[in-house]
């Protein structure tokens, strides 16, 4: 199952940075997860500051 990023996300981009294979881009608002490219390695989660990312 793919990471969700939530409406707690501050629009930083450190998230889409630690992505190893580039599922998260910005969104309208927030950041998004591309649910197809997503192969959960969480490495997005410890680079939210503010804890928006969860499996």
């Not at 998260?24 to 680079?47: F, Q």
């Amino acid at each position: 199952m793919a990471h969700v990023i939530s409406d707690e996300c501050i629009m930083c981009g450190a998230c889409e940075g630690t992505c190893p294979v580039g599922a998260i881009s910005e969104g309208d608002g927030k950041y998004v997860v591309d649910a197809d490219t997503c192969i959960d390695c969480g490495a997005c989660e410890g680079g939210c500051p503010a804890s928006a990312i969860t499996a």
